[in-house]
């Protein structure tokens, strides 16, 4: 199965609390946070919503 490898690039500062919530949830608190999630409809969900603070690259 595949991997997701997410890097947070901006910063949460001024960020509404969900996208907030959204990060934390995957395991990302401050610039340059890297994590490797599962690729499955839930972590997609979650990087919709905050795609824009996100640097993801796949991983086999």
Do not use: F, W
Request: aromatic share 2%.
């Amino acid at each position: 199965m595949a991997n997701l490898k997410i890097k947070l690039v901006k910063s949460l500062n001024g960020r509404i609390q969900k996208h907030k919530a959204n990060a934390a949830a995957l395991g990302l608190k401050k610039i340059g946070d890297t994590t490797v999630q599962p690729d499955n409809p839930c972590t997609r969900g979650k990087l919709a919503k905050i795609g824009y603070l996100l640097q993801v690259t796949e991983e086999q």
